[in-house]
């Protein structure tokens, strides 16, 4: 009786260990690689942080062309922020993308990639009409 009980408790102390593992895991990278930029047409796809910078695609899906430049900020859990990056002025055509690749980032790149919590703010954002 003694042994099916303490073998009961094992078996739930691992299931409650894998599911922490688990979860805390899923926790630790919060910000997506793909998505839109709030308050625009753009939308960023393939988004990385390494030694190097920052690497994104930015797509314009207007159907109008437009000038863009954006400021990426990573925060750590209690709103902080860790680092930026910024994206100066581009022209991108309607349904066209431009890649962004190693672009500088200000702050400790390995903090920026573990951020919880990523912020695109646009900085300039205007039609551009021929």
Partial sequence: ??????AARAGAMIIILTM???VSGVAAFAW???GAIPGTWIEYSGLTVSRSGVSVRLTNTSPNDVNVSLRLTFFDR???SLGYSLFGLREIWAGES???SNNHLNGN???CR???RINFSRM???YIYH
Avoid: H, Q, S
């Fill in 1 to 6: 009786m003694k042994n099916c009980l303490n």
């Fill in 20 to 22: 922490i593992i688990t």
């Fill in 32 to 34: 997506e690689a793909d």
């Fill in 78 to 80: 209690g709103g902080n």
């Fill in 98 to 100: 431009v890649t962004f």
């Fill in 109 to 111: 790149w390995r903090a």
């Fill in 114 to 116: 573990d951020a919880p």
């Fill in 124 to 126: 300039t954002y205007e």
